[in-house]
């Protein structure tokens, strides 16, 4: 038998060793608390490509005037003329407020006051007539020397003092008469009326309960002229400004429902999302409100850059349709991250992205339920 080294056995004994504690520090980093292990994705490539349709954008139909109807005075709801839904003409009462017995009587002694100072006035009308008369009798008497001077300053001076009194009359008077005024404004406020003609979208009041001064009651929203608010990318905005022409669809498919007329646009673009806003008003259209969505089609100028990607790409049960937004996920390195896409069409399995993804962005594929941004991601393919 032939004898083996002894430094064989050495080195045969130290590796084995070696192999059994690398085996057994991979167990423990494995089994650290913490560490995540990385799920296992699909992805694929997010490449130009080019459309010449119409870009669809989210919006919703709006108006220009919303009133907030609230309390004037602290009371007690006695009266509701109108529920939501309803549609309201300018000046229409819609509610009434209890609480005002003591306006009320104010407003009763403030008429009495009014009524005894016009009888005064009346009287010390006719007193300064009458002293006036005898004023001047006394300066004819004083002229031919039947009367003596003091007796027609004694006529002056009652006169004047008729004139004064009567003056102190109408100013209060006219301070009564202020009174009645201010206690039947406080008085009106119990009553309250629609600030202008539209429909009452929220009514806030209940009958009976108690409100105070400045709460809310009702928000009446005007049913015309309607307008749309809406967001577009700045690399397809094309053309499209003042005065520019916009068709308008349902969400539900392209069927053309209304134009609007561009108005106005927004002078600085939105950061965030790199859009402008543009507001544009209706132009015609039948069976719109306020609220409804729409989608606004956006002539491009030319070919637009668009990305396509397969529906695949999208979290199970996403609602992917065209004109909203929706979310996928790309892997950057070995972690995942969220994307917000707008979606502008959807062709079989393929959708149309305008915005949210950049060329070589790598999409994940089927994207597991618990996938989330920030997890660890390793590309299978």
Same mark, same amino acid.
């Given at each position: 038998m032939r004898a083996v080294p002894l430094t064989g056995i050495t080195l045969l004994a130290l590796g084995v060793f070696a192999a059994c504690t690398g085996t057994e520090a991979l167990r423990k980093e494995s089994s650290a608390p913490g560490t995540k292990t990385p799920i296992a994705v699909q992805v694929v490539e997010a490449k130009l490509s080019e459309s010449t349709g119409d870009l669809l954008v989210p919006a919703a139909l709006s108006v220009e005037v919303t009133a907030m109807v609230l309390a004037q005075r602290d009371g007690t709801v006695s009266q509701l003329g109108s529920q939501e839904g309803s549609r309201v003409t300018k000046g229409q009462v819609i509610a009434q407020l209890s609480g005002d017995d003591e306006l009320r009587a104010q407003l009763r002694q403030a008429e009495l006051e009014v009524s005894r100072l016009e009888v005064e006035q009346r009287e010390y009308g006719a007193l300064a007539k009458v002293n006036h008369n005898e004023l001047e009798r006394e300066q004819i008497l004083f002229k031919q020397g039947f009367t003596p001077e003091r007796d027609v300053e004694r006529a002056q001076f009652k006169y004047e003092a008729a004139v004064l009194e009567l003056e102190k009359t109408r100013v209060a008077g006219q301070a009564a008469q202020a009174k009645v005024s201010e206690v039947k404004a406080q008085l009106a406020r119990s009553t309250v009326r629609a600030p202008i003609t539209g429909i009452v979208t929220h009514r806030f009041a209940k009958l009976g309960t108690s409100v105070i001064k400045n709460e809310k009651l009702f928000e009446i929203t005007q049913l015309a002229p309607l307008e749309v608010r809406f967001q577009v990318p700045q690399t397809d905005k094309g053309g499209?400004? !003042? @005065?520019?022409?916009?068709?308008?669809? !349902?969400?539900?498919?392209?069927?053309?429902?209304?134009? *609007?007329?561009?108005?106005?646009?927004?002078?600085?673009?939105?950061?965030?999302?790199?859009?402008?806003?543009?507001?544009?008003?209706?132009?015609?259209?039948?069976?719109?409100?306020?609220?409804?969505?729409?989608?606004?089609?956006?002539?491009?100028?030319?070919? @637009?850059?668009?990305?396509?990607?397969?529906?695949?790409?999208?979290?199970?049960?996403?609602?992917?349709?065209?004109?909203?937004?929706?979310?996928?996920?790309?892997?950057?390195?070995?972690?995942?991250? *969220?994307?917000?896409?707008?979606v502008n069409s959807v062709t079989g399995d393929r959708v149309e992205i305008i915005s949210g993804l950049a060329v070589g962005d790598r999409v994940i594929l089927s994207p597991p339920k618990e996938l989330k941004a920030g997890d660890l991601v390793v590309v299978k393919n």
């Open positions: 499209l400004g !003042p @005065g520019s022409i916009v068709n308008l669809s !349902p969400v539900e498919n392209d069927q053309i429902i209304a134009r *609007a007329r561009v108005r106005r646009v927004d002078p600085l673009a939105e950061a965030a999302s790199n859009t402008i806003g543009f507001l544009a008003d209706l132009m015609s259209g039948t069976g719109l409100m306020p609220g409804m969505a729409v989608n606004v089609h956006v002539p491009r100028r030319g070919a @637009g850059l668009t990305m396509w990607i397969p529906q695949t790409a999208f979290p199970a049960g996403a609602d992917v349709r065209k004109g909203a937004a929706s979310t996928v996920f790309v892997a950057a390195g070995d972690k995942c991250l *969220a994307r917000t896409v707008w």
